[in-house]
């Protein structure tokens, strides 16, 4: 057995004018809420998504025709700080329900004050989403992780109008 | 025009590109069947799949007489640089919809 190379996790940080508690209820209770639908799997279009608020709970998708797509599973549920779950989605844009496939993605909520929550989130484990035979090339291919945290911090420091 | 640096992300941050490739990690296709499916013509999604076989997301095999493109296989770039324009929008939108609930000040604790 060959040792899989790693790909280094996705990581961003947002800060929002919001307690953590409200934070944390807008991530989860209200995903389907925010989540932009064009994001999904289902053969169907999305009518919402739904992130089941308990340790264990599913992370699904349903079509506008009722239809499921399960894309995770709920790993850790600590509200108001911290939440983990899978993201069992992989390159075929396929759920794969072996767990030995589940990347993982784990939120932070951290209050700078009562008004003001910092959100970090790690996407990990990404090679588990892939072939590890197929992953030779793609290690050393360009990235993009800085982009990501340049937008974040360009929408994070927007100030609002008005 | 826009032809500075494409690479990873810049690569998905045009919108029709970002079709382009959200078609194919559906099924591979023929220049023809995504033009079919886009404002745009064959030229233009010619033009596109240059672009993304260049940035290392897409490649293409013969067959036949026709040319079949889909997602670079290798998987890794392709997927990492979805999922970062996937997580980018996210979170954006998670931050607008966080922070326009709006709390009442009555409530607040004296």
């Known amino acids: ?162 | 025009m826009d032809t500075n640096g494409v690479d990873g992300l810049g690569l998905l941050g045009d919108p029709t590109r970002r079709a382009i490739f959200e078609l194919l990690a559906r099924r591979p296709s023929t220049v023809g069947e995504l033009a079919q499916h886009l404002p745009i013509t064959r030229s233009a999604v010619s033009q596109h799949l240059r672009v993304l076989k260049d940035g290392g997301l897409v490649v293409s095999r013969a067959e036949g007489t026709r040319r079949i493109y889909r997602l670079n296989p290798d998987g890794v770039t392709a997927l990492r640089a979805y999922l970062d324009r996937v997580w980018a929008e996210a979170l954006t939108a998670f931050g607008k919809a966080a922070q326009s609930i709006p709390t009442d000040p009555e409530q607040e604790d004296p």
Request: charged letters at 20%; a negative charge; proline letters at 8%.
């Open chain 1, 1 to 162: 057995m060959t040792s899989t190379p790693t790909i280094p996790p996705l990581t961003g940080t947002i800060t929002v004018d919001a307690p953590a508690e409200q934070v944390f209820g807008t991530f989860t209770d209200g995903f389907g809420s925010w989540w932009p639908a064009e994001y999904h799997i289902g053969q169907t279009d999305m009518a919402t998504a739904i992130l089941e608020p308990r340790q264990g709970g599913r992370w699904y998708e349903q079509g506008t025709d009722g239809s499921e797509c399960d894309w995770g599973r709920v790993l850790a549920w600590e509200p108001p700080h911290r939440l983990v779950v899978t993201w069992q989605i992989n390159g075929q844009w396929q759920y794969d329900p072996d767990p030995a496939h589940a990347s993982e993605i784990e939120v932070r909520f951290s209050a700078d004050g009562p008004e003001q929550t910092t959100v970090t989130l790690e996407h990990r484990h990404l090679e588990r989403l892939v072939d590890g035979q197929a992953l030779r090339d793609g290690i050393t291919g360009g990235g993009g992780w800085t982009s990501l945290l340049e937008l974040l911090a360009k929408a994070a420091t927007n100030p609002p109008a008005s």
